[in-house]
C-alpha cells in the first residue's frame, strides 16, 4: 500500500481532516515501508549467507566489537540474543563449522573462550552489504544539518513510543 492509499484508506488511523495529523500519518507510514524493505533486506541477506536470523545478529555484534577492539564472551552473545546457553551453544559450532568464527582461549583465564569473527567473515559480510549501506548513505547525505536533526528527533521519538508498550497494552489490540 503507498502511503497516499494508506492515508486516505484511513488505515489505523481513520480519516481525518486535520492537515498537521495527516501529515504525522503520511510520516508513520513511511517509516513502516522503510522498516518491511529492511526486514526484507535482511531475509535477502540471511538468505544468500544461509544463515538464520540470529546467527547474522551475532556476526554483526562480533564484527561491531572487533572494530572497537573488545572481545566477547558466548555470555555476552547470550545476553545480548536472550536465548538460551544452548542455543547459543548450537549458533557459535553452526557459525564455526561455516568458518564465520573462530573460538579462542581468554588470556588469562584458561576456562573461558572469546568468540572472533574470522577475516573471510567480515569480507563476506562487506561484500555483501556494502553497496546497501553506500546507497542508504547517499539516501541521507545531502540532509541539511536542520533536517538531519529533525530525523533523529523522529526517530527517537518513535522508539521512546515503541519501547513503552507493555504487554497490556496488547490486550485491547
Known amino acids: 500500500m503507498t502511503v497516499a492509499a494508506a492515508v486516505s484508506s484511513g488505515y489505523w488511523y481513520g480519516t481525518d481532516e486535520d492537515a498537521r495529523r495527516r501529515r504525522a500519518i ?7 515501508e522503510y522498516r518491511a524493505a529492511e526486514v526484507a533486506m535482511r531475509r535477502r541477506t ?94 541521507v547525505i545531502d540532509l541539511s544539518p536542520e533536517e538531519g536533526v529533525a530525523v533523529l528527533k523522529a526517530l527517537e521519538a518513535l522508539q521512546a513510543a515503541v519501547d513503552s508498550i507493555t504487554p497490556a497494552d496488547h490486550a485491547s489490540d
Open 46 to 139: 540471511r538468505d544468500s549467507m544461509s544463515m538464520g536470523e540470529n546467527d547474522l545478529l551475532v556476526l554483526r555484534y562480533l564484527l561491531k566489537a572487533e572494530r572497537e577492539h573488545r572481545r566477547v564472551s558466548p555470555g555476552e552473545l547470550n545476553r545480548y540474543l536472550g536465548v538460551s546457553t544452548a542455543s547459543m551453544t548450537a549458533i557459535i559450532d553452526r557459525l564455526e563449522r561455516t568458518g564465520h568464527v573462530r573460538r579462542e582461549r581468554h588470556e588469562t583465564d584458561r576456562r573461558s573462550i572469546h568468540v572472533i569473527p574470522t577475516v573471510a567473515t567480515d569480507s563476506e559480510v562487506r561484500a555483501t552489504l556494502g553497496a546497501m549501506h553506500d546507497r542508504m548513505l547517499d539516501a
Open 26 to 32: 503520511e510520516l508513520l507510514q513511511a517509516f513502516r
